[in-house]
């Protein structure tokens, strides 16, 4: 007879693994060809039943996962999950985006634990409550203060995250009404871009940003979405475009911008020329009847096709590395074995050592 505690474990598992994979019950049993009923199945879910190797072996091939992932006992849970509000995901999505983030950040959290070098995380806001657009500029310019940024762009805003101590994941989604999302753990924030977000590095870089925002501020009870929205792009137009820098390169009280300046400001702070025309409107560098026009005009053109000039000739990476850099490094000085590894990174075996192989040349 199998312990209570090995079935609840195998249990959460299964759901987990099933809901990654996006299946209802009825699709699982049919998966693995009836041979387990989709009542049986919820019952292997609470905890009720265990099933046998063979039925183990086939459920973790439908759901594409190795047989101990589904004995591995849970080391890291969500304490809260914070999609947009203003974005409409279906329930499916939204549980198989909270699982795929849950399994990788647990596994990136077994591997700081070998090693030995977890991250703490500290707000570095000394007051993170914000409720009007002058006090988002305030946290803005505050955190990179504290981060010692001075005012120049910042060149990469993952591996600046990640540097600090707070996890990323790029998520595999074919919803495009998904591009971010962060939650907060035990064992620190954790922020998920979409990873069709590398089409535009400059979007995922202010969605990145965005999600940052999202982490570190406090909102009123009861504040408008739409209202915490605009205070988050304001956060994040300020981190991106620092004021003093900003206005320097755009020049003061323009009445017209030309394209190859636009173009030439976007490739320097690493943002669209949509979000140079917003940050130059706060800071009252173009009037309303020359933003008018880009809106009508530009704007409204590039919005359609939803691309920018100068959008293919920005030079980024913003590709979250350290998770996968510690476990080449643990694995270079055998303190996990190479099956471990490719584990951890969700690779096949002959992927992961030949990967190994390059790197440790």
């Given at each position: ?261 636009l173009i030439q400001l976007k490739l320097h702070f690493g943002v669209s ?89």
């Open positions: 007879m199998t312990h209570p505690a090995q079935r609840e474990i195998f249990g959460r598992r299964l759901r987990q693994a099933r809901r990654m994979s996006g299946l209802s019950l009825r699709d699982v049993s049919e998966g693995i060809g009836g041979a387990v009923s989709h009542a049986a199945l919820a019952k292997y879910e609470k905890g009720e039943m265990m099933p046998n190797s063979t039925v183990a072996s086939d459920l973790a091939r439908i759901l594409n996962q190795p047989v101990d992932f589904f004995f591995r006992p849970p080391q890291l849970d969500f304490k809260t999950v914070r999609f947009r509000k203003m974005v409409r995901l279906s329930k499916t999505v939204e549980a198989s985006l909270r699982e795929q983030a849950l399994d990788y950040f647990e596994r990136y959290a077994q591997i700081e634990a070998v090693l030995g070098v977890a991250k703490p995380f500290r707000n570095p806001l000394r007051s993170p409550v914000v409720s009007t657009p002058e006090e988002a500029e305030a946290r803005a310019n505050e955190l990179r203060k504290a981060w010692h940024l001075g005012s120049d762009p910042i060149p990469d805003v993952v591996e600046l995250l990640e540097n600090k101590g707070i996890k990323i994941q790029e998520a595999q989604t074919e919803d495009r009404h998904f591009d971010g999302l962060c939650a907060s753990t035990d064992a620190g924030p954790v922020i998920v871009i979409a990873a069709w977000l590398n089409e535009n590095l400059l979007r995922k870089r202010m969605t990145t940003v965005h999600e940052l925002a999202h982490v570190l501020l406090r909102m009123p009870e009861g504040i408008d979405a739409k209202v915490e929205e605009r205070l988050v792009a304001r956060f994040a137009g300020a981190f991106l475009l620092p004021a003093e820098t900003f206005r320097e390169e755009f020049g003061h009280s323009r009445t017209a911008v030309t394209l190859h300046e020329i949509t979000a140079i025309i917003m940050r130059a409107t706060q800071l009252g560098l173009i009037n309303a009847a020359t933003a008018k026009r880009f809106w009508s005009g530009w704007g409204a053109q590039w919005r359609k096709a939803q691309k920018e000039p100068g959008d293919e000739d920005y030079c980024g990476r913003e590709i979250p590395a350290r998770f996968p850099q510690l476990v080449f490094r643990a694995a270079a000085e055998e303190m996990i074995s190479l099956s471990r590894g490719a584990s951890l990174l969700g690779q096949r075996l002959g992927d992961f050592r030949s990967e190994l192989q390059k790197a440790c040349r």
